[in-house]
């Protein structure tokens, strides 16, 4: 930018910056270019490759590995749902076994048990759970709900 006295400012367009500016921008469209084709093949690199663990944390990319995390929490809250229903029926029958203890003390058991009875219900009617597990928690089902039946009916006393 020139300043002459009497005409003012004027600008001269400098040519030697509008040509440096020209290869500026090409070069920073080649880098941007390069980076982005390098983060294409690097992601698609990453989608096929196993994700290790790293000192037990498991680092996610994208929104599969976390769907893939949702879902085998899911599985496991309900396979841990039925272990833990079975260990109370398990205990159950031993409380109903012990003939030294009078029946009443089986009441409160009796409430756990019909709150996992609609626990299993509720998961059962849920979709999407695994096609092995249908018949392992229909039968759970049944069998809680006919031991509650007998025992309200006072079968076994």
Do not use: C, W
């Amino acid at each position: 930018m020139k300043i002459n006295e009497g005409k003012g400012i004027t600008v001269s367009p400098d040519i030697n910056q509008a040509q440096s500016r020209k290869s500026l921008d090409g070069e920073f469209q080649k880098i941007m270019e390069q980076a982005i084709k390098a983060g294409e093949t690097n992601s698609a690199a990453k989608a096929n490759a196993f994700d290790p663990l790293l000192n037990g944390i498991k680092i996610l990319t994208g929104t599969q590995g976390i769907e893939d995390q949702s879902q085998a929490m899911g599985k496991q809250l309900v396979i841990s749902e039925i272990q833990e229903t079975m260990d109370l029926v398990d205990f159950y029958a031993s409380k109903l076994a012990d003939t030294s203890q009078p029946l009443s003390t089986i009441d409160p058991l009796i409430g756990h048990l019909e709150q996992r009875l609609e626990n299993l219900k509720t998961i059962q009617s849920t979709q999407g759970l695994p096609d092995q597990l249908k018949p392992i928690i229909s039968d759970m089902v049944i069998t809680i709900g006919a031991e509650i039946t007998k025992y309200k009916n006072g079968i076994y006393s």
